[in-house]
C-alpha cells in the first residue's frame, strides 16, 4: 500500500492571536493527514493567516500570495488557502477571489474551526469559499496546537468592544466573547502536563475578560488560578487596555508566584485631543496615575507599550507630547507605526490627514527617543543577577544561549543545551537597546 506523505507549510502575518490561529490551522491539517513542514516548495497544502490592522502587512500578504501562483503553475495539486482577518473584511472576499483565482480555499476569523470540512471539499471539488458574517462560540477546536512546546499561547477570549476609530479589529473579530475559565484552566494544564513551561494568555483586551459571562471569575482571578498550575514557570499575558487596568490586577501580579511582572499597556499617543479623536477612553493623566501605580505596587516591572504617529489632526504640539509621554514612563519596548487608514474605520475618513513624509520625520524621531530609552532601561540591569528561563540556543549564535527574564527582555549567555526549559540566574554584563549579555551567575 503506498502512503502519500502531504505537507503543509503554514505563513502568518500580524498579532499573537494571528500565530495561534495559525498552529490551530496547521494542527486541523495535520489531523487530516498532512505533516508539517518548513518548505513551501515541497508543500502540497499552503496556508496563509493573514492581517489587515495596517496596509503594509496587506500589501505584504498580496504579493506572497503573487508569488505562490508560480508554485501553484509547477505543481497543479497543490492547494493553497487564505484565511483570517483579511479576508473577513466586509467585501474582501469577492475582490480577493478576482484577485487571486488560484487560491483554493479562502476562510474568515469566525469559522476557522471548521477548516477541515473546507479543506475537504476543496480536495474533492477544487474550491471553497466561506466567511461568516457573524462569530459563534468560544470553543477552541484545536486547544492543544502547541502541545509539547516550551512556551504556548492560550486564547481566553475573542473579539473587541473598544471601536477605537483607527482599528478594524472589532469589524473582522467581531464582538468580545469569553471562554469558560474551567476550559481555560484544563487547556493550561494539559499544556504544563506536556512540558510547557510559560504560558501567554491571549486577548484583545484581556482586563475585560469574563465581563460578558453569567458567572465565573474576572481576570484578576483566572490568573490566580493559573497561578496554581502545578509545572508552569510563568504566565504572561497580551493586550492590557490601560482604561480597564485595576488595582486588583496590578496586586495580583505583585502577589503571584509564576506572574510576569511585564505589562504592555499600549497608550497609542501622549495628546488628550488625539487620544479623543481615537476613542481611546482614557486621559494622558488616567494613563500615567495607572503607570505610577505600577511602578509602587511592581518595583523594577517592565512597560511594553503601542504607539501610532500621524493620526489625523496631529500636530507638532501633539506629537511633542507622545514623546514626552515616551520620556517619562521609560518603556522596556515600544511598537510604533505610522498611522494606516483602514476602509471602513471612523479614521479613515476624518479631515486632517496628516502628510506621508510628516509621518515618516515624526515614526524616525519616535524610534530614535525610544531606542534610547530601551537602551537605558537595560544598561540599569546591568551587574545585577535574573532570572531568565532558557528557550534554547541563540539564532544569531548558536553556540550560546537565549532566554527571557520575568520582564520579558531578551537575554543572551554561555551556557549547555541541557538548560533549555529551566530557569537559571543570569548576571548581566553588557547591553544594547533591544538585548542583554550576560553570564550564568
Known amino acids: 500500500m503506498c502512503v502519500i506523505d502531504k505537507k503543509v507549510v503554514t505563513l502568518v502575518y500580524g498579532c499573537q492571536m494571528s500565530e495561534r490561529d495559525a498552529q490551530t490551522l496547521r494542527e486541523i491539517s495535520v489531523r487530516e493527514g498532512y505533516t508539517s513542514s518548513e518548505d513551501p516548495n515541497t508543500a502540497d497544502l499552503i496556508i496563509i493567516n493573514t492581517c489587515c490592522v495596517r496596509e503594509s502587512a496587506e500589501n505584504k500578504i498580496l504579493g506572497k500570495i503573487g508569488e505562490l501562483k508560480k508554485l501553484k503553475e509547477k505543481n497543479p495539486n497543490l492547494k493553497i488557502a487564505i484565511t483570517g482577518c483579511m479576508v473577513q473584511q466586509p467585501g474582501a472576499l469577492e475582490r480577493l ?15 476557522l474551526h471548521d477548516f477541515a470540512r473546507q479543506l475537504k471539499t476543496a480536495e474533492r471539488s477544487g474550491k471553497s469559499a466561506e466567511v461568516w458574517p457573524e462569530a459563534g462560540g468560544t470553543t477552541e477546536s484545536v486547544p492543544l496546537a502547541e502541545k509539547g512546546k516550551l512556551k504556548a499561547n492560550v486564547n481566553i477570549m475573542y473579539g473587541c468592544d473598544n471601536y477605537c476609530t483607527y ?17 481555560i484552566l484544563a487547556e493550561i494544564e494539559a499544556l504544563a502536563e506536556s512540558g510547557c513551561r510559560e504560558v501567554t494568555l491571549l486577548g484583545q483586551n484581556v482586563n475585560s475578560y469574563g465581563r460578558d459571562l453569567a ?4 481576570f484578576s482571578a483566572l490568573l490566580r488560578e493559573a497561578d496554581k498550575i502545578s509545572g508552569l514557570l510563568r504566565v504572561r499575558f497580551t493586550t492590557s487596555h490601560p482604561k480597564d487596568l485595576s488595582d486588583d490586577l496590578i496586586d495580583t501580579l505583585a502577589g503571584g508566584r509564576h506572574l510576569c511582572h511585564h505589562i504592555h499597556l499600549p497608550v497609542q499617543a501622549g495628546s488628550d485631543r488625539i487620544l479623543r479623536r481615537m476613542n481611546r477612553k482614557y486621559t494622558r493623566e488616567y494613563y500615567l496615575n495607572r503607570v505610577r501605580a505600577i511602578r509602587e505596587r511592581l518595583p523594577g516591572s517592565s512597560l511594553s507599550t503601542d504607539i501610532i504617529v500621524g493620526f489625523p489632526g496631529e500636530t507638532e504640539e501633539d506629537f511633542s507630547q507622545t514623546l514626552a509621554v515616551v520620556r517619562q514612563v521609560h518603556y522596556s519596548q515600544a511598537f510604533t507605526f505610522m498611522f494606516s487608514r483602514r476602509s471602513g474605520t471612523p479614521a479613515f475618513a476624518l479631515p486632517d490627514q496628516v502628510p506621508l513624509e510628516v509621518k515618516k520625520r515624526r515614526l524616525q524621531e519616535l524610534m530614535r527617543v525610544q531606542n534610547e530609552e530601551s537602551l537605558k532601561w537595560r544598561q540599569n540591569m546591568l551587574g545585577k543577577t535574573w532570572e531568565v528561563l532558557v528557550e534554547g540556543p541563540s539564532k544569531s549564535n548558536p553556540e550560546r544561549l537565549v532566554g527571557r527574564t520575568r520582564g520579558n527582555e531578551v537575554v543572551v549567555f554561555s551556557g549547555t543545551r541541557d538548560l533549555s526549559g529551566q530557569l537559571v540566574s543570569v548576571k548581566a554584563e553588557e547591553a544594547n537597546s533591544w538585548t542583554l549579555f550576560g553570564e550564568l551567575a
Open 97 to 111: 477571489r478576482k484577485r487571486a483565482p488560484h487560491v483554493d480555499i479562502w476562510t474568515g476569523t469566525h469559522n
Open 215 to 218: 458567572s465565573g471569575p474576572d
Open 167 to 183: 482599528c478594524i479589529v472589532p469589524y473582522v473579530r467581531g464582538r468580545e466573547r469569553s471562554r469558560p475559565a474551567e476550559e
